[in-house]
């Protein structure tokens, strides 16, 4: 008979996730896991098996959060129009946690790993693109509602609102200040809306 888990795998997923998303795929190596999850080898092996299906889980559970909290902000109660301006908005806070912005843990994950991992590559493609088209969604919602012009077919549209939107990120990431980032985001509003 298998014994029970005796560990939280929410809490576990967690820890893993920050320790990669802080030092990358490549540079964690299985005593940081261990040493973060309070774990031994056996035990990570035997709930999660090897590094790379832990990474996937995690990304997973990080990447599934993201598409969940982009569903809730495109989904309110405000007028397509506003939903989608509020995309481009900065929130007057700092980097996460201690030190430099981390960046999106998806984002970097994939550019770690893209060439040389087809499942990250797939996972990061299904999320974007279920991003895409929930934005395309609240797109074409604007333009039935006369508040988008339909002259950039809406898929077009919600496709480059997507990639300002992971270049703000990139952007971030390398440091630009946010009241730069804020002036992007009201030329985006300027120009689409």
């Keep these: 008979m298998a014994r029970p888990r005796q560990f939280d795998e929410e809490k576990i997923l967690a820890a893993v ?9 490549t540079a964690t190596s299985l005593d940081d896991l261990m040493r973060v999850t309070g774990l031994g080898k056996g035990s ?20 599934d959060a993201i598409l969940t909290h982009v569903r809730a902000a495109l989904s309110s ?4 129009i506003e939903r989608l301006a509020m995309l481009f908005e900065r929130p ?6 201690d030190g430099p ?18 499942d990250v590559t797939a996972l990061a493609r299904g999320i974007y693109r279920a991003v895409e088209e929930l934005i395309v969604e609240v797109v074409r919602e604007a333009q039935h509602d006369g508040a988008l012009s339909k002259a950039i077919p809406a898929k077009e549209l919600g496709r480059l609102m997507l ?13 630009m200040p946010l009241a730069d980032l804020k002036g992007i985001g009201q030329a985006v509003k300027k120009v689409l809306f």
């Design 101 to 118: 912005y981390r960046g999106c843990f998806l984002a970097n994950s994939t550019t770690e790993l893209a060439s040389i991992d087809e």
């Design 92 to 97: 007057d806070c700092g980097p996460r946690g």
């Design 163 to 175: 990639a300002i939107m992971q270049g703000e990120e990139f952007l971030q990431k390398s440091g």
């Design 77 to 80: 109660d405000r007028l397509a």
């Design 44 to 63: 990570i092996y035997a709930a999660f098996g090897d590094k790379r299906r832990l990474f996937l889980s995690a990304l997973k559970v990080y990447a």
């Design 17 to 25: 996730r920050d320790e990669f998303w802080k030092n990358g795929y």
